[in-house]
Each structure stands twice: as C-alpha cells, then as structure tokens.
C-alpha cells in the first residue's frame, strides 16, 4: 500500500468518450491521444475494449471458456460460478462476459491487465501526456445485490492508499483504513461510460496530484488483491463444508483461513451440539486442552463408547470422529493419534490431539 499525503479534492470532473467499436490490434493509444489529454488526466478504460483489441474475443460455448480462464471455483450454484481468475481476481464466470460483443461470441478478460495500463501509460507519455490509466471491469460484492466496477489493472496511480497510523478530524487513530481509490474512481467512472452507451472510455480531472511521475507505475491494480491468508470468504458456504468433509483438494483447503487465535475454544460448539442432540446411544465425545509451547493450547478429542457398545453406538461414534475431523480441518489443526485408556467400562475408538501449525497462530512469531 502507498500512504498518500495529499487532501481529497472538492470536485472531480468525469467526461465519458464516444468511441468506434474496437477490433483486434485496434491502436487504443492513439484512440486517447486524440481526444487532448491533460497532464494529470486519469483514464479509465472498460475491460471489453482492452480485450477486443488484444484478440480475447472468441466463439463458441461460454462454458468452455469459463473453465479454461477458471484457477479454482469458490461457489457454484446450477450454472452460476463464482471462480478465481488467473489473474487472482475472484467473479462471477471467472469474468467472461457475452454482453457488447455479437452474439455467439464471448469476451475473457485481458491477458494483463496491469501490463497493458503500463504500456498504454508509456505509449501516452511518449506522446507526451503524463496521465493515470486504469482498465476495469464489472462485479458483484459480497453482501450487496448489484454491480459495480472496479480497477483490474492501473498505472501511474497508486490503488490502495495506506491511511493506517494516521488521525481523524478528532484525533482517533485510524487502524484500518485503506481507501480502494482505483475501485472508488472505476465506480465513478462508470456512472458516465454506463453499460450500453457506446462510451467504453472516461477521463477523470481534478486528481492531477495523485497521478504519479512519468516512468513510476505504481503496484498495479494487483496490490488491491487479498492475500488468500487474509481472506476469511474464501469458499462459498457449501464448498467449504464439503472441502472439510472431504479434505482432498489441497487448493480448497489452503484457503481455509487461519482463524485460530488466543481465546477460541474450535471443539466446544462440537461437544455442546453433541450433549444437546444426545447424538447417540452410548458413544461420547470429550474434549482436553493440552499446554501448548506457543500462545495456544493444543486439545486432545476422544470418542468412547460403553464395554458393550451395540452398532447403533460404533455408528453414532464414527460420526461424532468425521465431525471432529471436518472441525480440526476448517481450523487448519493438524492430528496425531495419542494413544490412552478408557474410563472403567468404556472403550476409546478415537484419540487426537490437534494443534495449530506455527505459522497459522495469530501472534506467532514463526
């Protein structure tokens, strides 16, 4: 992130552009230069235009297309998918889109998108405009019905302002902020370009002292992306549940997020869902915290069942051990049998004790 040390100004100026449509090995730099650019100037591109021109139009099944642009699937739903791009951007159809394109053909997204801002910045400057270029594209958010664009590649600008350390207008200690100004002025930009205006290309004024000097790109649109560790959605709801039942498909379980902390108990909503379901004949569940070396504990599971278990209890008991194994999974705790014996009367079938890898404790120093 980049702190930014310059005030927010009191108006910006957003013009949209009337533009032909764009074909393969369209020449997009010229296209911006004739429209007089200004020093200080940012221009915000829409991804359709940037992939018409680098040939990502393409024909037949939209399907085909959205598995081969596809890293992993968060969510799916029928045939709605929620898919992690190649380039680390989480979408709707891994962002293949069929809209502003003749039907029977479909759009992925640009190859690169903060390399294609690069280049198109340098071509600009060469012609001797010092600007900003962001390229964006459309998405939904979690938590919110509709869409709104945001930036999937930038230069010349800084995406995400670091505003952590400093003071509000009252003196409180901002901890968290970090203004996405690259999606701020993608969504701003998209109220003139709209969606079916023939308007693919806007330029922003007013923000001349947030456009970098000639040659400094910035990070790129990529620093907006979240960290996997950092990223407490990143399965949907039920392709999380089944990645911890199933515990096969390392990808899905590496984004599991390390939620372990001091203070959290991962076994006891396991324990009291049992007692309160009186999950099963005579089989049991128990739950021992073990001293840790670090600043968590570790806990030792055990399922036993009476001397004389009956089916019904070996049953009850080879659920209450997958539900202590899919629990450790989505925590990312790591088993190890641990042998011992039984209370009088009752056979251990199930001893673990779990604990955290170091690198996944929130403190650790690992």
Not at 184 to 208: M, N, S
């Amino acid at each position: 992130m980049t702190t930014v040390a310059v005030p927010a100004p009191r108006w910006l100026e957003v013009v949209a552009l009337d533009w032909p449509e764009i074909g393969a090995g369209a020449d997009l730099a010229g296209l911006l230069q004739a429209a007089g650019l200004q020093d200080g100037d940012i221009v915000v591109l829409t991804s359709k235009v940037v992939s018409k021109a680098e040939g990502q139009r393409r024909y037949g099944d939209r399907r085909d297309l959205v598995a081969e642009e596809t890293r992993r699937v968060l969510a799916r739903r029928g045939d709605f998918v929620v898919a992690e791009t190649r380039h680390g951007l989480v979408m709707a159809a891994a962002g293949v889109d069929g809209s502003n394109t003749p039907a029977g053909t479909v759009l992925a997204l640009p190859l690169d998108p903060d390399a294609t801002a690069r280049r198109l910045r340098a071509e600009l400057a060469d012609g001797g405009s010092n600007v900003a270029v962001l390229v964006t594209d459309t998405a939904g958010r979690p938590w919110r019905t509709g869409q709104t664009d945001m930036a999937i590649g930038c230069a010349g600008l800084a995406p995400l302002v670091d505003l952590i350390g400093t003071a509000d207008t009252h003196g409180n200690v901002l901890v968290v902020t970090a203004p996405a100004v690259g999606d701020e002025i993608a969504a701003a930009a998209d109220l003139v370009k709209g969606k079916a205006t023939g308007r693919p290309v806007a330029l922003v004024r007013g923000l001349a002292d947030w456009v970098l000097p000639t040659g400094d790109h910035g990070p790129g649109a990529a620093a907006l992306i979240r960290p996997s560790d950092l990223d407490l959605f990143g399965l949907g709801a039920r392709e999380a549940a089944v990645a911890a039942a199933l515990r096969h498909d390392p990808v899905a379980l590496e984004h599991f997020p390390p939620v372990i902390e001091p203070g959290l108990e991962p076994f006891a909503g396991l324990v009291a869902a049992t007692d309160a379901a009186a999950d099963g004949a005579g089989a049991a569940i128990s739950v021992t915290r073990l001293a840790g070396d670090g600043p968590l504990p570790g806990w030792l599971v055990q399922v036993d069942v009476p001397a004389d278990a009956s089916a019904a209890d070996l049953v009850a008991a080879g659920r209450l051990m997958e539900r202590a194994a899919v629990v450790a999974a989505a925590h990312r705790l790591r088993g190890r049998e641990a042998p011992g014996a039984g209370a009088p009367g009752r056979s251990v079938i199930y001893r673990v004790a779990f604990a955290a890898e170091p690198a996944d404790v929130k403190g650790s120093s690992a």
